[in-house]
């Protein structure tokens, strides 16, 4: 606390910061919670509707969480360890699940796996129940692996090498490097991903409203009451519900995380090679990410005939006049790449700003902030979407342009990921690196800038893409805050679909899909130079 | 390029106009630091001399690294004072102290190179272009590490980081600089060089240095002035004679050095002397700290006692007869253990090659009355030696 | 020198905070022009001449809207129409109650009763008879005038006519809705799940209210129909979609919907029995909007035959005025048999209601 009072400059930035967030994340959200009021709260809990869903949101949450988790590692582990052949690839494909924007990629799913689907009927004679939790595990599982896969890939490229090589030369064989050693320094990245994607599974509402059918979960319940039913006061009762689940999450993964410190980046030389990873692993890696990979390209591959034929399944003619929705409605794509481009960069920094400051920095509610910071991910954004509606509806905001208003929600809402991004990537940092830029004359804020800023670029290129990825993929937030003038992608996308115009929506999916990996590209070429640091840390 | 500080080079060119440093002197008042129960800094009061190469000295743990941090200005005292020229300075942020720290694991930027990490000091304190050029150049040769600049930290040797670490806090112009036992990495060759290298490099610039070690020659054989520290608390300080041969507590007799301690009755105490009776010798002594007493410990180093054959001469020396157990030859001197009675004494004899034999079996070991001192038992509250 | 260093920066300046001003700045610019003329036309009460801009919060579909954009601004001129097209008329309902301190729409056009309805009651909604409405007949108006009523949707079944051609040939398509208790219908019906979506939950009530409000007799029905049921969709267009594709043969689902499906070149067909629930399109004037005036000209508008006939070509939904024909596959009003639909009895009762359903089909 006595170092905020001493640098008058970080307090200010600590209050502006804080400022931000109570007046984007949390007042909007408290307007949420205040609509059912006690009483409707009583008459909502009392009916007793949403216990099931509650219990069957804990079930997908357990389920698809622990499996995309699994994954990820897995993924993770192939992409940094193993000598596996086509990398690049992989890392392509393992992006490409985050770019679902509402309807059409889940619509692909039970193309590809329904009870007449391509695969499961015509390829292998099976009728699948696919609309259900069985089918919501799966979609989930790979729609949220990336979040996964990222978190601790980035905690696994920075791990020390030597720690590895000094447990081999103990005599430890591979599997007890990687139990003994490799997993519990991942731990960092392990208790994030396990945070982040349990919390996003729980709020994952574009899935279950396509796949899990009669299977309930708190988020469909909410919008189902919203757009079925007009009982706004019963949608946000679950929403608090959604809340009070997320803060439980939060508590149990500050346990899991522990206090111990995985310090692997701190200015001293290593530059040794990993020990190298027994064949098998590699090739059994290799398959799991090659199946993975081909379920995903199935599922793409399907859209991209989708938008390319008059009607498919039906329908195999070859077309292009699906794309010309594309061309009708480029004004909302130029919309969403703005609004997007400009809330993934803002939201990264402001990201990492925030990590710095909690995680190098001690002073009263702290933790508060920390849970702050990844409540948006609790919310289902239709709540977000109505927070941001209600709070910033007055008379006197008039002024300000729904362009904008889109923007910060499209910042505050992804923040979670950068956030955590950005933790883990400090965690790695030793502190002696901060402390000597500061024993040489550099104010906290300084020495962030000089020092640990640079050293934190991949980890907020992560944040930023990822970032990028879910605002141009979210609807919920933004149908309560749009306008003629400032509709984005996932909007035209909606209308399309509800028009029953498959070929335009799946045309215009497409467009958006390319324009996101093009972004995504100049990020990853960004990265691809990779910065001294990974040099010097021995990767 | 030469690995050594270039201290030759040094003398034909006098100092750099580079490096101009003023000597300040650093006080610490009733310092306290505590991490929840435990007290890692219990009570600290140092008067640390201008200008001098001043330890910090004491085994893992003890807190001494703690009180150099707190010193630095990363950890927050919970009571107490830090003056630095009779500025306090405890209430200022870690950056604004005029403390630059040299770290154990040298914590080199390693997104910069060689020069930028050395210049970014400068930078911060807004000199720029030319005269940041010469001062990082003047620098840079001062530690030896020229046509060196544009290499990146990972690219460099573990001396030559150091020496980076090294640079990059001096050419602030710090009014203390603070070394956390920077050559704790080093290889035994490199680290005795170093030690040199520092302690001259000290002198030339006749800085305040407050050093962190555990490893006791070091400090003996590098500073001006040492502050022996156990449980957050300072034993004993002094300049590393009188730390030596005047060590206040058993601690500090069997922590810097050897000693062979043995329990001696006090016949008759009158500060400033006692009569002790010692193996049927009766001797006059320096009394003991912390006043009469019945008993006291008394102190004899290893060096200080002769082994040989035969008792020696009565009026020089006392003989105790004793049985060798083991030896060991550490090159400039043999290492005897000696049992005598109960207890097991070391002796060491130096230039083991000036005498053709080796002992064995039955010896005498030859104490000079003179070189013996009396230790308290049990040992009194720290603070200033008798003068 | 090869200088890895970012320039040096003041410590007191916030680039952050300077490119977010300007954000500020250039967004307020940009929405004072875009919005311009809606807040030129914010005059307040005293401006009552029909012209300017309106903003009309539509859940038709986006054919309908843009014809009905041109349409109007030909037969009433000097009005400006600015559409905000969400086919989902429950978010459109929630986003005019979030806008309730500083109203933001004039007209609130298609979508269920059931939407407007409740707006009317929260004192969000202007009272307006146009002089049009006169050729809508009661029961499809709100008495207080909040809402009027332009369009009925129609509940049926969809079907796809090629696996009914291939797998069924010996069954019937279904004229009531015991047909489809059918044991050949064994795991080809798909149905919109009703504790998430309007459709499935008024198919219940329509079956209550087919038993007289029998409730025990309808949830036999649905219990038996439950037998039948392969799976349950989140969303009611989902199952169009699916019945399309050909995952299913069958499912209940608004005809307008069906319609559109099948003209999009779906292999689909729109069968409705006997004893159907329907909705009632509604329009309607938000409370304190920005151009009240001109809402009431769009309002008239929007109960002319004109309008009624443009809906029903693009959107395929049945017009109220019987001088009006249905869109073609579409029956007409007196070819279907309509359950006696108690609109505000169905939304008191729904809690109740579902969870009988989930008793009686778990």
């Not at chain 2, 130096?350 to 034999?357: F, K, M």
């Not at chain 3, 978010?91 to 939407?115: C, H, M, W, Y």
């Not at chain 3, 009611?236 to 003209?263: E, M, R, Y």
Request: proline content about 6%; some cysteine.
């Amino acid at each position: 606390m006595k170092t905020l009072t001493r640098e008058p400059m970080l307090g200010l930035t600590l209050l502006i910061l804080v400022a931000l967030m109570f007046s984007f994340i949390l007042y909007p959200q408290i307007q949420v919670v205040l609509v059912p009021g006690l009483k409707g709260y009583f008459a909502f809990f009392a009916e007793g509707m949403w216990v099931k869903p509650l219990v069957n949101s804990l079930e997908a949450m357990a389920l698809s969480t622990t499996t995309a988790v699994i994954l990820g590692f897995l993924y993770a582990y192939a992409m940094i360890y193993s000598d596996m052949p086509g990398k690049p690839f992989f890392r392509l494909i393992g992006m490409l699940p985050l770019l679902s924007p509402p309807f059409v990629v889940a619509a692909s799913y039970i193309l590809l796996f329904g009870p007449r689907g391509l695969i499961s009927y015509r390829l292998l004679g099976q009728s699948w129940n696919v609309l259900g939790l069985g089918g919501l595990w799966g979609v989930q599982t790979i729609a949220y692996f990336p979040f996964a896969y990222q978190l601790i890939a980035d905690v696994l490229a920075r791990s020390d090498p030597r720690m590895e090589q000094a447990a081999r030369n103990l005599g430890a064989g591979p599997w007890q490097v990687f139990r003994t050693v490799t997993l519990p320094l991942a731990r960092p990245g392990l208790a994030s991903a396990i945070l982040i994607t349990a919390i996003y599974v729980l709020e994952d509402f574009g899935n279950p409203a396509l796949i899990a059918g009669r299977f309930t979960v708190l988020p469909t319940q909410a919008y189902g009451l919203v757009s079925g039913f007009g009982d706004f006061v019963g949608a946000a009762a679950v929403s608090t519900i959604l809340l009070v689940l997320a803060l439980m999450l939060y508590l149990g993964h500050l346990r899991l995380e522990g206090n111990r410190s995985f310090v692997t980046v701190s200015g001293k030389a290593g530059s040794m090679p990993r020990p190298p990873v027994p064949r098998l692993v590699t090739w059994g890696a290799f398959t799991i990410c090659a199946i993975l990979s081909g379920v995903i390209l199935m599922v793409y591959g399907v859209l991209v005939l989708s938008a390319l034929t008059k009607a498919f399944p039906s329908n195999w003619a070859f077309t292009l006049e699906h794309f010309d929705y594309v061309r009708v409605h480029s004004k909302s794509l130029e919309n969403t790449f703005v609004y997007c481009s400009i809330a993934a960069i803002l939201c990264s920094l402001y990201s990492v700003l925030l990590a710095f400051l909690i995680q190098r920095k001690e002073w009263p509610g702290r933790r508060i902030v920390d849970f702050l910071a990844i409540m948006p991910a609790a919310v289902p954004g239709i709540f977000f979407g109505i927070g941001y509606a209600t709070a910033f509806n007055q008379r006197w905001l008039d002024w300000l342009d729904r362009g904008v208003l889109i923007m910060i929600s499209m910042i505050f809402w992804n923040i979670p990921v950068a956030y955590r991004a950005a933790l883990a990537g400090l965690a790695q940092i030793d502190r002696s690196i901060d402390e000597a830029a500061t024993s040489l004359g550099a104010g906290s804020l300084r020495g962030f800038r000089d020092i640990l800023f640079p050293l934190l670029r991949e980890p907020m290129l992560t944040g930023l893409g990822t970032a990028f990825v879910r605002a141009v993929t979210t609807l919920s937030v933004v149908i309560f805050l749009f306008t003629p003038g400032t509709t984005v992608a996932t909007i035209t996308i909606f209308q399309l679909v509800n028009d029953f115009n498959w070929g335009g929506a799946t045309a215009f999916t497409v467009g958006l899909i390319g324009l996101a990996i093009a972004v995504l590209s100049v990020i990853w070429f960004v990265t691809g130079r990779r910065a001294i640091v990974t040099h010097s840390i021995g990767g | 390029m030469s690995d050594k500080l270039t201290g030759g080079k040094l003398e034909a060119t006098g100092l750099p106009e580079a490096i101009n440093l003023q000597p300040a002197h650093l006080r610490l008042e009733h310092l306290v630091k505590r991490f929840g129960p435990t007290m890692a800094v219990d009570d600290v009061t140092l008067d640390i001399p201008k200008g001098s190469f001043a330890t910090l000295l004491g085994p893992s743990g003890c807190g001494k690294t703690t009180l150099l941090r707190t010193i630095a200005g990363f950890y927050e005292p919970n009571d107490g004072a830090i003056y630095l020229e009779d500025r306090r300075i405890d209430h200022l942020p870690a950056h604004r102290r005029g403390t630059a720290m040299v770290f154990q694991d040298y914590a080199l930027f390693p997104h910069m190179s060689v020069f930028d990490n050395i210049a970014y000091g400068l930078r911060l304190a807004k000199v720029q272009g030319a005269q940041l050029d010469r001062r990082v150049h003047e620098t840079v040769e001062f530690v030896g590490l020229q046509g060196l600049e544009k290499r990146w930290p990972s690219q460099l040797s573990g001396g030559q980081q150091q020496r980076v670490a090294l640079a990059r806090a001096l050419v602030v112009q710090p009014r203390v600089l603070l070394l956390d036992e920077p050559l704790s990495n080093l290889d035994a060759n490199l680290r005795e060089r170093m030690r040199w290298e520092l302690r001259s490099l000290q002198q030339r610039l006749n800085i305040t240095f407050v050093y962190v070690t555990h490893d006791q020659s070091e400090a003996l054989a590098m500073s001006d002035w040492i502050a022996v520290i156990k449980d957050g608390r300072v034993m004993q300080w002094g300049d590393p004679w009188e730390i030596y041969y005047h060590p206040r507590t058993t601690f500090m007799a069997e922590f810097v050095g050897a000693a062979n301690l043995e329990p001696v009755k006090i016949v008759d105490c009158h500060p400033p002397k006692a009569t002790v009776v010692w193996h049927d010798y009766r001797l006059e002594l320096p009394a003991p700290e912390g006043g009469a007493a019945d008993e006291a410990l008394l102190c004899i180093r290893p060096e200080a006692i002769t082994i040989s054959a035969e008792p020696g001469d009565q009026a020089r020396y006392i003989s105790l007869p004793g049985t060798v157990t083991r030896k060991a030859f550490l090159g400039h001197i043999m290492r005897y253990w000696v049992q005598m009675g109960k207890a097991e004494w070391i002796v060491d004899e130096s230039d083991p090659g000036a005498n053709l034999r080796t002992f064995d079996g039955a010896v005498y070991l030859l104490c000079d009355p003179h070189r013996v001192h009396l230790i308290a038992m049990p040992a009194p509250a720290p603070g200033a030696p008798a003068a | 020198m090869d200088v890895k260093f970012s320039p040096p920066l003041d410590e007191n300046s916030m680039p952050r905070l300077t490119r977010r001003t300007f954000l500020k700045v250039a967004g307020t610019g940009i929405g004072l022009t875009v919005a311009g003329g809606i807040l030129a036309a914010c005059g307040g009460p005293a401006q009552q001449k029909a012209s300017g801009k309106i903003s009309v919060y539509s859940a038709l579909n986006e054919t309908t809207n843009n014809a009905f954009v041109d349409a109007f601004k030909k037969a009433v001129t000097g009005i400006d129409v600015e559409v905000l097209p969400l086919a989902a008329a429950g978010e459109l309902q929630t986003r005019i109650r979030t806008e309730k301190n500083s109203p933001k729409a004039d007209v609130f056009i298609g979508g269920s009763s059931e939407f407007h309805d409740p707006l009317g009651k929260e004192g969000l909604l202007e009272a307006y008879k146009s002089p049009n409405a006169s050729s809508v007949p009661d029961m499809y108006k709100d008495p207080n005038g909040f809402w009027t009523g332009w369009y009925l949707g129609i509940w049926g079944t969809v079907l796809n006519t090629d696996r009914f051609a291939k797998e069924m040939s010996g069954v019937k398509k279904p004229a009531v809705w015991e047909d489809l208790l059918d044991p050949a219908w064994k795991g080809k019906i798909v149905y919109p799940d009703p504790v998430k979506t309007g459709g499935g939950y008024i198919m219940i009530a329509t079956q209550v209210f087919r038993f007289n409000k029998d409730e025990d007799k309808a949830m036999d029905y649905m219990k038996k129909l439950h037998a039948n049921i392969g799976q349950y969709a989140g969303t009611s267009p989902q199952c169009i979609q699916l019945v399309g594709q050909g995952q299913f043969v069958l499912a209940p689902n608004w005809g307008h919907d069906i319609l559109t499906a099948k003209n999009q070149g779906q292999p689909v067909e729109f069968v409705v029995p006997e004893g159907t629930g329907f909705e009632i399109g509604a329009v309607s004037i938000v409370k304190g909007g920005p151009n009240t005036a001109a809402a009431k000209a769009f309002v008239d508008w929007a109960l002319t035959k004109e309008a009624a006939q443009l809906n029903v070509k693009l959107s395929n939904r049945l017009s109220v005025r019987n001088d009006v024909p249905p869109a073609p596959g579409s029956p007409t009003l007196e070819q279907v048999k309509l359950v006696n639909y108690d609109r505000a009895w169905a939304s008191d009762n729904k809690d109740r209601l579902l969870k009988k359903w989930q008793a009686a089909t778990s």
